[in-house]
């Protein structure tokens, strides 16, 4: 039974390993966070994150973290708020890509007066509204990934210490057996 675990468990550590390898922030000149995009993460993350099911469901979840609606207490100051290391999800979520030229007004608000110069379509989701935000755009979906990717390499981790320790207890019971049926057949 302990060999099953055990190969349940190497299977699913080399698949996390795999879905995870792909992807990665970009460096914004002038920001000390990174900015993601959706075609960096492998096929399986961009099936789930594309899936309107499976998106909705996340969506909600992010609205109601508050995350972004957390950016001006935590950063009161324009300044702060440009020298901060935001997380994927703040990136990505709470605020339209640096490439539309949205001019920051505070941590929440941005002038959408001022007219996008990329034709990224994220910098038309982009709306200031809490429930909105940049929710529907790409660059939110890859900051979920980046989450996600993070979040299933520790797990990946923690599997492989754990197999490591279950393949010892393993080995040492199947020892024991054998020498116990040894010393039995000796008797």
């Known amino acids: 039974m ?3 675990i055990l190969l349940g468990i190497l299977v699913f550590t080399v698949l996390a390993f795999i879905v ?4 990665s922030g970009h460096s914004v000149a002038g920001l000390r966070y990174k900015e993601y995009q959706l075609r960096d993460y492998s096929s399986w993350f961009l099936k789930q994150l594309n899936n309107t099911h499976n998106w909705k469901h996340l969506k909600n979840c992010l609205v109601k973290s ?3 609606k957390n950016l001006p207490k935590k950063y009161k100051t324009l300044k702060e708020y440009k020298m901060a290391e935001l997380t994927p999800i703040e990136a990505g979520c709470c605020r339209p890509p640096s490439e539309c ?3 920051a007004i505070n941590a929440s608000y941005y002038d959408l007066s001022f007219h996008p110069i990329s034709p990224n379509n994220d910098c038309k989701l982009y709306k200031n509204s809490g429930t909105i ?3 529907n755009c ?30 010892m207890i393993y080995f040492v019971g199947c020892c024991a057996r054998r020498n116990a049926a040894r010393n039995s057949s000796k008797v």
């Open 2 to 4: 302990l060999c099953f």
């Open 20 to 23: 995870t390898n792909n992807g």
């Open 66 to 68: 508050k995350d972004c």
């Open 101 to 103: 030229g949205y001019p």
């Open 133 to 135: 935000k940049c929710y």
């Open 138 to 167: 790409d660059s939110c979906k890859a900051g979920v990934a980046q989450y996600m990717k993070t979040e299933w390499r520790v797990v990946a981790i923690f599997n492989v210490v754990l197999f490591v320790v279950l393949s």
